[in-house]
């Protein structure tokens, strides 16, 4: 993985992403267990 200075914004992306898909996750998990 090549890290230039204008990939800051395309890594917070990444992790705003995982962030979202990791409480999906979660939400799915707490509706299933509902």
Known sequence: MVEH???IT???RQLQHQSITTT???AQ???EQA
Do not use: E, H
């Open 29 to 31: 998990i707490g509706l």
């Open 10 to 12: 395309a890594v917070q």
């Open 24 to 26: 999906m996750k979660y």
């Open 5 to 7: 200075c204008g990939d």
